[in-house]
Protein backbone atom coordinates (compact mmCIF):
# COMPACT_ATOMS: atom_id res chain seq x y z
CA UNK A 1 0.00 0.00 0.00
CA UNK A 2 1.17 3.77 -0.37
CA UNK A 3 -0.15 6.45 1.04
CA UNK A 4 1.46 10.02 -0.14
CA UNK A 5 0.61 13.99 -0.50
CA UNK A 6 -1.00 15.89 2.62
CA UNK A 7 -4.60 16.53 3.75
CA UNK A 8 -4.78 19.45 3.33
CA UNK A 9 -3.63 19.86 -0.22
CA UNK A 10 -3.85 16.29 -2.47
CA UNK A 11 -3.59 12.88 -1.00
CA UNK A 12 -3.26 9.47 -2.76
CA UNK A 13 -3.83 5.79 -1.55
CA UNK A 14 -3.00 3.21 -4.01
CA UNK A 15 -3.04 -0.46 -2.77
CA UNK A 16 -2.94 -3.73 -4.53
CA UNK A 17 -6.43 -5.88 -5.10
CA UNK A 18 -4.68 -8.78 -7.51
CA UNK A 19 -1.15 -9.17 -9.06
CA UNK A 20 -2.71 -11.38 -11.04
CA UNK A 21 -4.87 -10.27 -13.98
CA UNK A 22 -6.06 -11.68 -17.43
CA UNK A 23 -4.72 -8.90 -19.52
CA UNK A 24 -1.04 -9.42 -19.43
CA UNK A 25 2.01 -7.06 -16.98
CA UNK A 26 -1.06 -5.47 -15.18
CA UNK A 27 -2.33 -5.52 -11.95
CA UNK A 28 -5.79 -4.31 -10.34
CA UNK A 29 -5.43 -1.34 -7.48
CA UNK A 30 -8.02 0.65 -5.73
CA UNK A 31 -7.10 4.41 -5.38
CA UNK A 32 -8.21 7.35 -3.64
CA UNK A 33 -7.62 10.38 -3.70
CA UNK A 34 -8.39 13.13 -2.03
CA UNK A 35 -8.12 17.33 -3.30
CA UNK A 36 -9.95 20.27 -2.05
CA UNK A 37 -11.80 21.86 -4.76
CA UNK A 38 -14.10 24.52 -2.79
CA UNK A 39 -13.02 27.16 0.47
CA UNK A 40 -14.38 26.24 3.23
CA UNK A 41 -16.50 29.69 2.97
CA UNK A 42 -18.20 29.27 0.00
CA UNK A 43 -20.45 26.82 -1.94
CA UNK A 44 -19.06 23.40 -3.02
CA UNK A 45 -18.43 23.15 -6.98
CA UNK A 46 -21.60 21.82 -7.79
CA UNK A 47 -24.18 20.21 -5.67
CA UNK A 48 -23.13 17.17 -3.61
CA UNK A 49 -24.02 13.73 -4.73
CA UNK A 50 -22.32 10.20 -3.79
CA UNK A 51 -23.33 8.36 -6.95
CA UNK A 52 -21.59 10.68 -9.84
CA UNK A 53 -19.07 9.56 -12.08
CA UNK A 54 -15.64 11.02 -11.29
CA UNK A 55 -13.96 13.38 -14.22
CA UNK A 56 -10.37 13.18 -15.23
CA UNK A 57 -10.18 16.57 -16.51
CA UNK A 58 -11.05 17.84 -12.79
CA UNK A 59 -8.61 15.42 -11.23
CA UNK A 60 -5.65 15.17 -13.35
CA UNK A 61 -4.45 18.40 -12.60
CA UNK A 62 -5.20 18.01 -8.95
CA UNK A 63 -2.10 15.12 -8.58
CA UNK A 64 -0.41 16.05 -12.26
CA UNK A 65 3.45 16.65 -10.34
CA UNK A 66 2.01 16.66 -6.78
CA UNK A 67 3.62 13.60 -5.86
CA UNK A 68 7.10 12.12 -6.36
CA UNK A 69 7.16 8.13 -6.90
CA UNK A 70 9.17 6.13 -8.76
CA UNK A 71 7.36 2.78 -9.08
CA UNK A 72 3.95 4.65 -10.88
CA UNK A 73 2.72 7.34 -12.55
CA UNK A 74 -0.65 8.41 -10.43
CA UNK A 75 -1.76 10.71 -13.88
CA UNK A 76 -1.50 7.51 -16.20
CA UNK A 77 -3.42 5.23 -13.39
CA UNK A 78 -6.21 7.66 -13.56
CA UNK A 79 -6.52 7.92 -17.45
CA UNK A 80 -6.57 4.44 -17.59
CA UNK A 81 -9.15 3.49 -15.20
CA UNK A 82 -12.40 3.14 -17.12
CA UNK A 83 -14.87 4.39 -14.32
CA UNK A 84 -13.82 6.39 -11.02
CA UNK A 85 -16.62 8.05 -8.76
CA UNK A 86 -16.55 11.32 -6.89
CA UNK A 87 -17.67 11.36 -3.27
CA UNK A 88 -17.65 14.79 -2.10
CA UNK A 89 -16.16 15.20 1.51
CA UNK A 90 -18.20 17.39 3.83
CA UNK A 91 -19.07 18.44 7.32
CA UNK A 92 -21.51 20.86 8.52
CA UNK A 93 -20.88 23.42 11.31
CA UNK A 94 -21.64 21.81 14.90
CA UNK A 95 -24.84 23.16 15.86
CA UNK A 96 -25.86 24.41 19.14
CA UNK A 97 -28.64 21.79 20.18
CA UNK A 98 -29.57 18.52 19.12
CA UNK A 99 -33.37 17.74 21.28
CA UNK A 100 -36.62 18.59 21.10
CA UNK A 101 -38.74 17.19 23.15
CA UNK A 102 -38.76 13.50 22.43
CA UNK A 103 -36.99 13.89 19.26
CA UNK A 104 -33.42 13.86 18.69
CA UNK A 105 -30.26 13.50 16.55
CA UNK A 106 -27.63 11.76 16.63
CA UNK A 107 -24.61 10.41 13.49
CA UNK A 108 -24.65 11.95 10.52
CA UNK A 109 -27.74 14.09 11.34
CA UNK A 110 -26.36 15.56 14.38
CA UNK A 111 -22.59 15.28 13.36
CA UNK A 112 -21.86 15.40 9.97
CA UNK A 113 -18.08 15.66 9.43
CA UNK A 114 -14.92 14.99 7.64
CA UNK A 115 -14.20 11.10 7.20
CA UNK A 116 -10.63 11.21 9.31
CA UNK A 117 -10.37 9.07 12.14
CA UNK A 118 -12.46 6.28 11.67
CA UNK A 119 -15.40 8.56 12.89
CA UNK A 120 -18.28 8.02 10.01
CA UNK A 121 -20.32 5.36 11.66
CA UNK A 122 -17.86 5.12 15.26
CA UNK A 123 -19.33 8.45 16.48
CA UNK A 124 -22.57 7.63 15.57
CA UNK A 125 -22.29 3.83 17.90
CA UNK A 126 -21.41 6.20 20.52
CA UNK A 127 -24.25 8.27 20.23
CA UNK A 128 -26.31 5.51 20.83
CA UNK A 129 -24.71 3.91 23.38
CA UNK A 130 -25.22 6.99 25.70
CA UNK A 131 -28.39 7.70 24.44
CA UNK A 132 -29.82 3.97 25.18
CA UNK A 133 -29.11 3.18 28.80
CA UNK A 134 -30.20 7.24 29.35
CA UNK A 135 -33.67 5.67 27.72
CA UNK A 136 -33.43 2.66 29.34
CA UNK A 137 -33.37 3.88 32.91
CA UNK A 138 -36.48 6.42 33.17
CA UNK A 139 -39.85 7.18 31.56
CA UNK A 140 -39.15 10.58 31.30
CA UNK A 141 -37.87 10.52 27.34
CA UNK A 142 -37.80 14.21 27.15
CA UNK A 143 -35.23 14.21 30.07
CA UNK A 144 -32.72 11.17 28.93
CA UNK A 145 -32.49 12.99 25.68
CA UNK A 146 -31.09 16.07 26.84
CA UNK A 147 -29.00 14.19 29.13
CA UNK A 148 -27.34 12.71 26.23
CA UNK A 149 -27.41 15.63 24.40
CA UNK A 150 -25.27 17.20 27.38
CA UNK A 151 -22.91 14.44 27.25
CA UNK A 152 -22.29 14.04 23.39
CA UNK A 153 -22.79 17.43 22.34
CA UNK A 154 -19.66 18.77 23.41
CA UNK A 155 -17.30 16.02 22.45
CA UNK A 156 -18.80 15.71 18.82
CA UNK A 157 -18.02 19.55 18.33
CA UNK A 158 -14.51 18.98 19.31
CA UNK A 159 -14.07 16.28 16.71
CA UNK A 160 -15.94 17.94 13.96
CA UNK A 161 -13.85 20.99 14.54
CA UNK A 162 -10.26 18.67 15.07
CA UNK A 163 -11.50 16.75 11.81
CA UNK A 164 -11.33 19.72 9.97
CA UNK A 165 -7.21 20.67 10.61
CA UNK A 166 -7.15 16.78 9.38
CA UNK A 167 -8.05 14.67 12.89
CA UNK A 168 -4.76 12.32 13.82
CA UNK A 169 -3.44 11.84 9.76
CA UNK A 170 -2.81 16.05 10.25
CA UNK A 171 1.26 14.64 11.58
CA UNK A 172 1.12 14.75 7.75
CA UNK A 173 0.77 17.86 7.36
CA UNK A 174 3.14 18.74 10.24
CA UNK A 175 5.94 16.94 8.65
CA UNK A 176 5.17 18.55 4.67
CA UNK A 177 5.51 21.95 6.50
CA UNK A 178 8.55 21.39 8.28
CA UNK A 179 10.33 19.23 5.42
CA UNK A 180 8.96 20.33 1.82
CA UNK A 181 11.67 18.78 0.57
CA UNK A 182 11.99 15.69 2.23
CA UNK A 183 13.62 14.54 5.07
CA UNK A 184 16.30 11.48 5.86
CA UNK A 185 15.63 11.28 9.27
CA UNK A 186 11.82 11.64 10.60
CA UNK A 187 13.23 11.89 14.57
CA UNK A 188 14.99 15.40 13.55
CA UNK A 189 11.25 16.77 11.99
CA UNK A 190 8.93 15.70 14.34
CA UNK A 191 9.59 13.66 17.07
CA UNK A 192 7.92 10.18 18.28
CA UNK A 193 6.54 11.86 20.91
CA UNK A 194 5.30 14.74 19.19
CA UNK A 195 3.70 12.91 16.58
CA UNK A 196 2.12 10.16 19.25
CA UNK A 197 0.74 13.19 21.15
CA UNK A 198 -1.27 14.25 18.13
CA UNK A 199 -2.34 10.63 17.27
CA UNK A 200 -3.43 10.19 21.05
CA UNK A 201 -4.57 13.40 21.62
CA UNK A 202 -7.09 12.34 19.27
CA UNK A 203 -8.01 9.46 20.48
CA UNK A 204 -8.74 10.67 23.79
CA UNK A 205 -11.10 12.87 21.96
CA UNK A 206 -12.91 10.51 19.78
CA UNK A 207 -13.48 8.01 22.91
CA UNK A 208 -10.98 5.51 21.39
CA UNK A 209 -8.32 5.35 24.01
CA UNK A 210 -8.07 2.08 25.80
CA UNK A 211 -6.41 3.18 28.92
CA UNK A 212 -9.63 5.03 30.13
Known amino acids: MVVVGGMRKAWL ?3 PIA ?3 ATPDTNL ?3 AVAARLGAGNGRPPRREDWNRLGRPDELVPQIDGAFELSVMDPVEIVRTTREFFEFPMCDRDP ?3 WSFGRVTLLGDAAHPMYP ?3 NGASQAILDVRS ?3 LLAGTKD ?3 ALRAYEATRLPTTTRIVNDNRCGGPERVIDLVEDR ?3 GFIDLERIASHAEREAIVKGYARTAGFDRTR
Open 13 to 15: ALS
Open 19 to 21: LQT
Open 29 to 31: LNW
Open 95 to 97: VPR
Open 116 to 118: FGS
Open 131 to 133: VAP
Open 141 to 143: VAA
Open 179 to 181: APS
